[in-house]
């Protein structure tokens, strides 16, 4: 067993990194200040520590801002905002259980947040058209992987778009990845210039937090580790 010094020290070390992790969330309204380059740099080199299978690093991802970030939501307000999708991968949401539980209960905690009641339809049509403006981030990515990959290199992605997150995070600013940017994903190749070989996973609006919004206020609960981590010996 570890001894309560070496306990103590461990603990310190991992100080920074649950901070970060536990002040990491999704946020939906954003300042229209963008990073400066070499902050874009830093963020995304560290991000490409994660690990993957055999390190093959099966990730590509392209970043708009400015004119290209504006084409983008333009293009994705008149395609998916109209119901007309083109995804390389399907979305099946079948949550159910638990699951569904704790979706309709973050659901909840946005809509009161946004002064939206069950009625009002037309409130929730422009509070899920806020996803295709990016919530106003200067800047957004669309993750990519080869039309080879599957599953295992999916998880893959799956870690470097947490190490991403997690480096926007260190880096001072916030972000917010989104399934529905994925909904599309020849509108975002033809704007990228990318071949049909790369096949687009899902986006992530980022940049510097409006504290102001009451959207950004919410705080989803998180299970006990208990619920989902199971020791055995």
Not at 84 to 89: A, P
Not at 145 to 172: K, T
Request: aromatic share 10%; charged share 25%.
């Amino acid at each position: 067993m570890m001894n309560e010094s070496k306990l103590r020290d461990g603990l310190l070390q991992a100080a920074p990194f649950i901070e970060l992790t536990s002040k990491r969330r999704s946020v939906r309204g954003f300042l229209p200040d963008r990073l400066d380059q070499d902050v874009l740099d830093s963020i995304f080199k560290t991000a490409n520590h994660a690990p993957s299978n055999a390190n093959t690093q099966p990730w590509h991802t392209y970043v708009a801002c400015g004119e290209l970030r504006d084409h983008l939501s333009q293009r994705l307000l008149e395609t998916v905002g109209k119901g007309e999708n083109q995804l390389d991968f399907p979305y099946g949401y079948k949550y159910e259980g638990e699951y569904r539980q704790r979706q309709l209960d973050v659901g909840i905690l946005l809509y009161k947040a946004l002064g939206i009641t069950r009625e009002d339809k037309d409130g929730k049509v422009r509070a899920w058209l806020r996803n295709l403006e990016f919530f106003d981030a200067p800047h957004v990515c669309f993750i990519f992987m080869p039309d080879w990959c599957e599953i295992r290199e999916a998880c893959d992605v799956g870690m470097y778009a947490q190490n991403l997150m997690l480096s926007i995070a260190a880096h001072g600013a916030v972000s917010c990845p989104q399934t529905i940017l994925g909904y599309n994903a020849d509108v975002v190749r033809e704007a990228f210039g990318i071949e049909q070989n790369l096949k687009l996973l899902f986006g992530i609006s980022f940049g510097l937090e409006d504290k102001s919004l009451p959207e950004n206020q919410i705080v989803p609960e998180r299970v006990a580790p208990g619920e989902n981590t199971h020791f055995y010996e």
